[in-house]
């Protein structure tokens, strides 16, 4: 089992800009995709981002797109998710996760997930 470790989650205002960074280890070597979902209050898990740790690909929620970038360092197994413009609705708990399938779908999921960080972007 893979241990996730989220950072980076903090209060900022409408327009600003936050960085996440996500460490795995533990049994990491069957998870080639990492990504980070998020969870507003009253609503359900919903996919956020997905790289490949190859580096081969990137893929994005609309909500999102052209605002948050996605990386990675396969080799040392993290993930990072730039925030920029940041809005009120992208207020949730922000969770990495590994192995992550099903983007593009409506059930995506993932193997691995860490225990999240709080993003709050005040208005």
């Known amino acids: 089992q893979a241990q996730l470790v989220e950072s980076g989650g903090g209060l900022v205002q409408a327009g600003d800009s936050l960085r996440l960074s996500c460490t795995a280890s533990g049994r990491t070597f069957s998870h080639d995709t990492m990504g980070w979902f998020r969870r507003a209050p009253g609503k359900e898990r919903e996919f956020v981002a997905v790289v490949a740790l190859s580096g081969a690909y990137t893929y994005y929620a609309d909500s999102v797109k052209g605002r948050f970038t996605i990386s990675s360092d396969g080799a040392k197994n993290t993930v990072a998710l730039q925030m920029n413009s940041l809005k009120s609705e992208d207020t949730a708990v922000y969770y990495c996760?590994?192995?992550?399938?099903?983007?593009?779908?409506?059930?995506?999921?993932?193997?691995?997930w860490g225990q999240g960080t709080q993003v709050t972007v005040s208005a």
């Open positions: 996760a590994a192995g992550v399938t099903g983007w593009g779908t409506t059930k995506p999921t993932a193997l691995a």
